[in-house]
């Protein structure tokens, strides 16, 4: 049954949506016609106020020939031939250019038709007024224009042409109406389709809220899986501490009862030298009793010094041997004990803490004539006395193998990102060759001249620690050119931290 629901609510949401966009498709595509329905109206309306505009000059400029008749005819002055000539032509050519708008309308071209026949009457009993008063006759053309033809063509000639521009101002009227109707309809189109737009926005955002929520339950849901996955990934991690626990202690037993006959030995070492002296006390005694019988014996027999020598020497080896095995199994009783050692984190000023490990080699690299700097160091959350150690143990790398023909010069750096912070070792020893990066953090390893006091496990521990914290350690080197020792730790050190590598 959820799933049905859920089946539903996903079909929903895209069938408002398609339904709304075919919604506004369709608001838009009537809202394009109405506007151009408008812009039609509109050009009827701009062509009846042309039509309108060509008739009055149509009657304009007749009424401009008829003037310009009249004044040369009672002053004879050639002057007001000069409009009458002019007023004709343009007479004409407006009605042409009214046949042209009127060109769709079969009932304005009859109309076009009797006023252009009306125009013609009256311009020819015009041009022969003219022609009477330039063949001097000028009476007879006064009488012309004293009759009642000129004045009945003049009159029938307005005439028509007012009725034609009524019909023209009927026809206005309703084309204005009929743009004010579409106007109106397009506004309110224009109101609705900005209404739905909000409803459709509205619905969007309502889908979308609805979309976030389901999100937050499906990443609630998500984080209860991964809380799930992190208790079996914890219940490995203490499987993997136990067995390496396991491991811890093996190591321990083991150098505990190695490191016991050594003791056994050492003691027993003591003893061959007491031993030695009472033994080669008595011998003393006897070879000089021999001496006394056998003068030759004597002179044949191998000095009491030099067996003392070589029994000296052998017991030197043996305790050398023994000192030196006993050193390193003491750095690994002292490797089993700190992974056994609790972490406790605390805030750690590191600019204070490299600042108290540089004061402590500040003597000896004063005698190397080496330099040590502490650049502004970024604090980190963590086991104090592992990171001391793992600073101290690098500092003291670096001043250990420097270098006689240059001074040393020593510089520690960090910076942060917002889960780890990382630091820079930085000296211009001897540094290391390429080939043996892994192996001085290898266990009782050391790379190059074996001219330095150490048993090769600084580095171990520190590559120990800085993982068991859930960090990395790497190295940059070139022999001759020094080496960068890169130290990268949490920013806060937790139980469950895990190595970044």
Do not use: C
């Not at 011998?283 to 006394?292: F, M, N, S, T, V």
């Not at 143990?393 to 020593?410: C, G, H, T």
Request: proline content about 3%; cysteine-free.
């Amino acid at each position: 049954m959820p799933t049905s629901l859920s089946t539903d609510r996903n079909l929903t949401q895209p069938l408002l949506l398609l339904a709304g966009f075919a919604l506004l498709i369709g608001i838009s595509v009537g809202t394009l016609w109405l506007v151009d329905r408008a812009t039609d109206d509109a050009r009827s309306v701009a062509h009846t106020l042309r039509v309108q505009d060509m008739m009055s000059n149509v009657l304009l400029n007749m009424r401009r020939a008829e003037a310009g008749q009249r004044g040369y005819l009672f002053t004879n002055a050639a002057r007001y031939l000069d409009d009458y000539n002019e007023a004709g032509p343009q007479a004409e050519e407006q009605l042409r250019l009214l046949r042209e708008q009127t060109a769709d309308n079969p009932t304005r071209k009859s109309e076009i038709d009797l006023i252009e026949r009306t125009m013609n009457q009256k311009f020819a009993e015009m041009d022969q007024t003219i022609e009477l008063a330039k063949a001097g006759r000028i009476e007879d053309a006064r009488s012309v224009v004293l009759g009642d033809t000129g004045r009945t063509f003049m009159n029938n000639l307005r005439q028509q042409i007012e009725k034609l521009i009524d019909d023209e101002g009927r026809l206005l009227t309703e084309r204005s109406q009929a743009s004010q109707r579409t106007n109106r309809l397009l506004l309110i189109l224009t109101i609705l389709g900005a209404a739905l737009v909000v409803v459709v926005g509205g619905i969007a955002v309502l889908l979308m809220r609805r979309n976030i929520a389901q999100r937050e339950a499906a990443r609630q849901e998500l984080a209860v899986i991964n809380a799930n996955l992190e208790r079996i990934v914890e219940f490995r991690t203490a499987d993997l501490v136990e067995a390496n626990e396991e491991i811890q202690r093996f190591a321990y037993i083991v150098s505990h009862d190695l490191r016991s006959p050594l003791v056994n030995i050492m003691g027993f070492t003591s003893e061959l030298e007491a031993l030695r002296k009472d033994i080669f006390e008595e011998i003393g005694k006897l070879r000089a009793q021999l001496d006394e019988l056998n003068a030759h014996a004597a002179a044949q027999a191998v000095p009491v010094e030099t067996l003392g020598k070589d029994f000296d020497e052998a017991l030197g080896f043996i305790k050398t041997s023994i000192a030196k095995m006993d050193r390193l199994i003491n750095a690994v009783l002292k490797l089993s004990r700190e992974g056994r050692r609790r972490f406790n984190p605390e805030t750690i000023d590191m600019n204070g803490m490299l600042g108290s490990i540089g004061q402590t080699v500040a003597h000896r690299a004063a005698e190397q004539g080496a330099e040590v700097t502490i650049g502004d160091l970024p604090p980190l959350e963590s086991d104090t006395l592992a990171i001391e150690q793992i600073f101290s143990n690098l500092i003291d790398n670096a001043l250990k193998y420097s270098r006689a023909d240059e001074p040393n010069r020593i510089a520690v750096t960090g910076h942060a990102n917002s889960a780890y912070v990382s630091f820079d070792v930085t000296d211009h020893g001897r540094g290391i060759d390429p080939h043996d990066h892994q192996r001085v953090f290898e266990l009782f390893r050391r790379s190059g001249v074996q001219d330095r006091p150490g048993e090769g496990i600084g580095l171990a521990h520190v590559r120990a620690l800085v993982r068991r914290m859930g960090g990395t350690l790497k190295l940059k080197s070139e022999l001759g050119k020094g080496s960068t020792f890169t130290v990268t730790l949490p920013r806060r050190w937790t139980e469950n931290t895990r190595s970044v590598a």
